[in-house]
């Protein structure tokens, strides 16, 4: 393996020739370099898509912010790499690098993968295959680097699991360091000890999944039947990992030097969402809600602003609007921030007209447009999906927004919700067409809608995750109608290409067998799969041919209540019977209210009473636990399903 | 208060394109906090204005760039205040006070002189630079548009057989490019370290 100078030097010749440069070169305010050999534990932090987006993932800034602040740890980062780049790297025989220091990845002790979505699981055997680390975790060695992996899809992580030693379910910030722990004792222990037993203590980490350390096995129909642990002490069913109050947020951010996509400091003000949609694998995987303060919010946008000068913050959450102190923060946030022509961005905003004096009190440009995310047009839909919002408070948003100065209005809609015809799917450009309309009745000509229309896939640990995704026959005769709708002056239709939809929808769902299509996938030159341009749909199918498994069995096939799913083992903590009562309840177009007004016991306080107990109060949102027996309940779970 | 600031811009920031530069000094102005002067409207932008774009992948230790403050302040202090905020790459030379009147940056640039050091030595390097200037007219093609690139070279010089000095113009519409200048001489740019050491205005 090349040394970082040798990279170095060959990076010197190579960069000049490809496009975008910066993104290789490291180098940029707030980077943390520490010296090499004087640091104990050393930790790549990968996002397997380009720069561009990389740099945008604030789990990752999270991570690279909490790790570097250990003096015994340091970690750098790494993105893969363009297909101009990708070429250069492979012709002059240059591994995968850290941007800090040119160290190649396998030089690192662990190297952690962002999985967000599963899109990324080619570009992710891509990422290994150019850092030369065997891509599957049984050939590694003591020499190799650890290799982990979290994000949202590693709820589902088994279409990956020969590839990754271990997952991390849930939120990495308490996890990242126990799992630093455990290496470095381990590696003082045996130097060049054996792989398993590190990969044995590392699944004794509350919210870590070895998917080593399991087994599975299939009924004859091809469905799942069972999972059978391989050691002893290894958690069954392995339980999410969250953090009881959010952690001080990250503020000193690594400014791109160039563009990036949200090329904004994002501060997080909530994780959670008591809302419930139904379709929703954000909503119910982020369980419980909690909040941080008005106040650490100002003082995170203060110290941002002070350690990078970004000129946009973005404050994150699932659901701006049910923030509890919002009116309040948004206030403070003038009242601070008014007189440096800073811009504040709230995104997903409630559709009501405070949520516009919201924005306005945030003076935030006219430009991009107001974002409003109705998902469904009929009533019908919207208590299917448990997104109840009427038309008419729609329009009177619409007109409100239009009326203060916006001409834009960008509308999010899904096609493919459970029972959805063609008439749902009319609703949608009706719906359009009826905002447009106010808009010109109140500015006339220079009013716009942009609809933003896409396909609905079922996810794992959701209520829908029984039900069938449409067929691509299906998703485009819906996209035709809406295609042939929206046009004219004004109208803007934005869809997805449905071979994609697939992709996602056969991942999402996924079993361990479909590893073997991922990789026979990406022996066939899939990557970058999230690309339009790059997407190889024909590559997809080969690989399912090649490995004799048939896509229509994970997407569009109506899975029985009583099956059980190949993700099961993941716990989001949220209850089977939870779901398939909620499930039910969409049969029936029955609305769950918000659980702040009522809690619905899905299945988060049981198991994680004691957490509630030791923090009370308003930093989560589901009600206080007062009795003490239920405490014991986590244990008696375990105890039972193992 | 408007003022006039050299930089160097080196190391990473030498992939930073020119656009990219901009919204890099507008981010470590905000984090010096300086007083700065906004542009009016509903998108507000700062007043800086960037003199002549240096080709990604050059450094330079003479670009310039303008920026607009809403009050008087010393000299020393904005130096100061900037110094411990620049970004790695970005350096400052020099700061002056401009006077209000005096015409936008671009329209005072006349040319730049680069230094350019090759990868390989060429030893016939002073008989190519001699052919080239004995020339009436170089004409090259840029972009699909046919050019002459001989009235665009002021001076060229060779020290070793590495190392090129260009003088080249840099006017609206007739800005001399180092590396076209190199593939004139047929040396690849590639292999060439170029180098940015002065940009002279008008009047200077």
């Given at each position: 393996?090349?040394?970082?100078?040798?990279?170095?030097?060959?990076?010197?010749?190579?960069?000049?020739?490809?496009?975008?440069?910066?993104?290789?070169?490291?180098?940029?305010?707030?980077?943390?370099?520490?010296?090499?050999?004087?640091?104990?534990?050393?930790?790549?932090?990968?996002?397997?898509?380009?720069?561009?987006?990389?740099?945008?993932?604030?789990?990752?800034?999270?991570?690279?912010?909490?790790?570097?602040?250990?003096?015994?740890?340091?970690?750098?980062?790494?993105?893969?790499?363009?297909?101009?780049?990708?070429?250069?790297?492979?012709?002059?025989?240059?591994?995968?690098?850290?941007?800090?220091?040119?160290?190649?990845?396998?030089?690192?002790?662990?190297?952690?993968?962002?999985?967000?979505?599963?899109?990324?699981?080619?570009?992710?055997?891509?990422?290994?295959?150019?850092?030369?680390?065997?891509?599957?975790?049984?050939?590694?060695?003591?020499?190799?680097?650890?290799?982990?992996?979290?994000?949202?899809?590693?709820?589902?992580?088994?279409?990956?699991?020969?590839?990754?030693?271990?997952?991390?379910?849930?939120?990495?910030?308490?996890?990242?360091?126990?799992?630093?722990?455990?290496?470095?004792?381990?590696?003082?222990?045996?130097?060049?000890?054996?792989?398993?037993?590190?990969?044995?203590?590392?699944?004794?980490?509350?919210?870590?999944?070895?998917?080593?350390?399991?087994?599975?096995?299939?009924?004859?129909?091809?469905?799942?039947?069972?999972?059978?642990?391989?050691?002893?002490?290894?958690?069954?069913?392995?339980?999410?990992?969250?953090?009881?109050?959010?952690?001080?947020?990250?503020?000193?951010?690594?400014?791109?030097?160039?563009?990036?996509?949200?090329?904004?400091?994002?501060?997080?003000?909530?994780?959670?969402?008591?809302?419930?949609?139904?379709?929703?694998?954000?909503?119910?995987?982020?369980?419980?809600?909690?909040?941080?303060?008005?106040?650490?919010?100002?003082?995170?946008?203060?110290?941002?602003?002070?350690?990078?000068?970004?000129?946009?913050?973005?404050?994150?959450?699932?659901?701006?609007?049910?923030?509890?102190?919002?009116?309040?923060?948004?206030?403070?946030?003038?009242?601070?921030?008014?007189?440096?022509?800073?811009?504040?961005?709230?995104?997903?905003?409630?559709?009501?007209?405070?949520?516009?004096?919201?924005?306005?009190?945030?003076?935030?440009?006219?430009?991009?447009?107001?974002?409003?995310?109705?998902?469904?047009?009929?009533?019908?839909?919207?208590?299917?999906?448990?997104?109840?919002?009427?038309?008419?408070?729609?329009?009177?948003?619409?007109?409100?927004?239009?009326?203060?100065?916006?001409?834009?209005?960008?509308?999010?809609?899904?096609?493919?919700?459970?029972?959805?015809?063609?008439?749902?799917?009319?609703?949608?450009?009706?719906?359009?067409?009826?905002?447009?309309?106010?808009?010109?009745?109140?500015?006339?000509?220079?009013?716009?809608?942009?609809?933003?229309?896409?396909?609905?896939?079922?996810?794992?640990?959701?209520?829908?995750?029984?039900?069938?995704?449409?067929?691509?026959?299906?998703?485009?005769?819906?996209?035709?109608?809406?295609?042939?709708?929206?046009?004219?002056?004004?109208?803007?239709?934005?869809?997805?290409?449905?071979?994609?939809?697939?992709?996602?929808?056969?991942?999402?769902?996924?079993?361990?067998?479909?590893?073997?299509?991922?990789?026979?996938?990406?022996?066939?030159?899939?990557?970058?799969?999230?690309?339009?341009?790059?997407?190889?749909?024909?590559?997809?199918?080969?690989?399912?041919?090649?490995?004799?498994?048939?896509?229509?069995?994970?997407?569009?096939?109506?899975?029985?209540?009583?099956?059980?799913?190949?993700?099961?083992?993941?716990?989001?903590?949220?209850?089977?019977?939870?779901?398939?009562?909620?499930?039910?309840?969409?049969?029936?177009?029955?609305?769950?209210?918000?659980?702040?007004?009522?809690?619905?016991?899905?299945?988060?306080?049981?198991?994680?009473?004691?957490?509630?107990?030791?923090?009370?109060?308003?930093?989560?949102?589901?009600?206080?636990?007062?009795?003490?027996?239920?405490?014991?309940?986590?244990?008696?779970?375990?105890?039972?399903?193992? | 208060m408007?003022?006039?600031?050299?930089?160097?811009?080196?190391?990473?920031?030498?992939?930073?394109?020119?656009?990219?530069?901009?919204?890099?000094?507008?981010?470590?102005l905000?984090?010096a906090q300086l007083p700065l002067a906004y542009?009016?409207?509903?998108?507000?932008?700062?007043?800086?204005?960037?003199?002549?774009?240096?080709?990604?992948?050059?450094?330079?230790?003479?670009?310039?760039?303008?920026v607009w403050l809403e009050e008087q302040a010393?000299?020393?202090?904005i130096?100061?205040a900037?110094?411990?905020?620049?970004?790695?790459?970005?350096?400052?030379?020099?700061?002056?006070?401009?006077?209000?009147?005096?015409?936008?940056?671009?329209?005072?640039?006349?040319?730049?002189?680069?230094?350019?050091?090759?990868?390989?030595?060429?030893?016939?390097?002073?008989?190519?630079?001699?052919?080239?200037?004995?020339?009436?007219?170089?004409?090259?093609?840029?972009?699909?548009?046919?050019?002459?690139?001989?009235?665009?070279?002021?001076?060229?010089?060779?020290?070793?057989?590495?190392?090129?000095?260009?003088?080249?113009?840099?006017?609206?519409?007739?800005?001399?490019?180092?590396?076209?200048?190199?593939?004139?001489?047929?040396?690849?740019?590639?292999?060439?370290?170029?180098?940015?050491?002065?940009?002279?205005?008008?009047?200077?």
């Amino acid at each position: 393996m090349l040394t970082s100078n040798e990279i170095q030097a060959r990076l010197e010749r190579v960069l000049p020739t490809v496009q975008k440069p910066g993104r290789y070169t490291g180098g940029e305010l707030n980077q943390v370099v520490k010296d090499w050999d004087a640091v104990r534990t050393k930790v790549a932090l990968v996002f397997p898509d380009i720069y561009d987006l990389g740099m945008s993932n604030l789990g990752l800034a999270i991570l690279y912010d909490l790790l570097n602040q250990r003096q015994d740890v340091l970690a750098e980062r790494a993105y893969a790499p363009w297909t101009d780049m990708e070429a250069a790297m492979r012709q002059n025989e240059i591994p995968l690098y850290s941007l800090e220091t040119k160290h190649p990845l396998a030089d690192f002790d662990i190297v952690g993968i962002s999985l967000p979505y599963e899109t990324l699981y080619t570009s992710t055997l891509n990422v290994l295959d150019l850092s030369r680390i065997p891509l599957f975790s049984a050939a590694r060695g003591p020499q190799h680097p650890l290799i982990i992996a979290g994000g949202h899809s590693t709820f589902n992580p088994e279409p990956m699991h020969p590839f990754i030693d271990a997952f991390v379910i849930g939120e990495g910030e308490g996890a990242i360091g126990e799992i630093v722990d455990t290496v470095q004792t381990f590696k003082q222990r045996a130097k060049n000890g054996e792989r398993g037993a590190l990969l044995r203590e590392l699944a004794k980490i509350w919210g870590v999944y070895v998917p080593s350390l399991y087994e599975v096995e299939y009924h004859e129909d091809g469905t799942f039947a069972s999972v059978t642990k391989l050691f002893e002490e290894a958690p069954l069913p392995i339980d999410k990992r969250i953090e009881a109050t959010l952690p001080p947020a990250t503020t000193r951010f690594v400014v791109p030097y160039i563009d990036t996509v949200h090329n904004r400091a994002p501060i997080e003000i909530m994780r959670g969402c008591t809302r419930g949609c139904r379709f929703c694998h954000a909503g119910m995987i982020t369980r419980p809600v909690r909040e941080r303060s008005v106040d650490e919010v100002i003082t995170a946008i203060e110290e941002t602003i002070h350690y990078t000068g970004f000129e946009e913050i973005g404050l994150l959450s699932l659901s701006s609007s049910d923030y509890t102190h919002v009116v309040e923060l948004v206030e403070k946030v003038h009242e601070r921030f008014g007189d440096e022509h800073l811009s504040v961005s709230l995104p997903s905003l409630r559709i009501e007209s405070v949520s516009v004096d919201l924005m306005d009190a945030l003076k935030s440009g006219r430009k991009g447009g107001f974002t409003l995310a109705p998902e469904a047009a009929t009533e019908k839909m919207r208590q299917i999906i448990n997104k109840p919002v009427s038309t008419e408070q729609l329009l009177e948003t619409a007109r409100e927004i239009y009326t203060r100065g916006w001409t834009t209005i960008k509308l999010y809609f899904m096609i493919g919700h459970p029972s959805e015809t063609l008439e749902d799917v009319q609703a949608i450009a009706d719906l359009c067409k009826a905002v447009l309309q106010e808009g010109r009745k109140a500015i006339g000509g220079r009013a716009k809608v942009n609809a933003g229309v896409s396909t609905f896939v079922p996810k794992p640990h959701t209520p829908f995750q029984w039900v069938p995704c449409d067929s691509i026959e299906q998703i485009k005769a819906k996209q035709d109608l809406l295609k042939e709708q929206l046009r004219g002056r004004g109208l803007k239709l934005n869809w997805n290409d449905p071979h994609e939809t697939q992709l996602e929808a056969w991942l999402s769902r996924g079993d361990r067998r479909l590893a073997e299509v991922v990789y026979q996938a990406w022996k066939r030159g899939a990557k970058f799969d999230a690309w339009g341009e790059h997407f190889n749909y024909p590559a997809w199918m080969e690989a399912f041919e090649d490995v004799g498994l048939d896509p229509a069995f994970y997407t569009h096939r109506q899975r029985p209540l009583d099956e059980v799913s190949p993700w099961e083992h993941l716990s989001t903590t949220i209850r089977k019977k939870f779901l398939t009562q909620d499930y039910l309840w969409s049969l029936e177009g029955r609305i769950r209210i918000d659980c702040r007004e009522q809690c619905f016991a899905c299945g988060i306080l049981p198991t994680f009473a004691g957490l509630r107990r030791q923090n009370p109060g308003d930093v989560w949102q589901c009600p206080e636990v007062k009795n003490k027996r239920v405490q014991v309940i986590r244990e008696n779970q375990v105890a039972v399903r193992t | 208060m408007r003022i006039k600031i050299a930089f160097s811009k080196t190391e990473a920031m030498r992939y930073t394109s020119h656009l990219d530069l901009q919204r890099t000094w507008e981010r470590t102005l905000r984090r010096a906090q300086l007083p700065l002067a906004y542009s009016q409207g509903f998108n507000p932008h700062p007043k800086i204005n960037l003199g002549a774009a240096l080709p990604l992948g050059f450094t330079s230790d003479a670009e310039i760039i303008e920026v607009w403050l809403e009050e008087q302040a010393p000299l020393r202090e904005i130096e100061s205040a900037l110094t411990p905020v620049l970004p790695p790459g970005l350096k400052v030379q020099d700061i002056q006070e401009t006077e209000r009147r005096v015409p936008k940056l671009q329209n005072l640039i006349q040319s730049t002189k680069y230094q350019v050091k090759l990868a390989e030595s060429t030893p016939d390097l002073a008989e190519r630079v001699a052919d080239l200037l004995s020339k009436t007219s170089i004409i090259r093609q840029r972009r699909g548009k046919e050019y002459d690139l001989r009235p665009l070279i002021l001076a060229l010089e060779n020290e070793e057989e590495r190392h090129l000095q260009m003088h080249l113009r840099a006017q609206p519409g007739a800005t001399g490019r180092p590396d076209e200048v190199l593939l004139a001489l047929d040396i690849d740019p590639l292999s060439a370290h170029i180098h940015r050491s002065e940009i002279i205005l008008e009047g200077e």
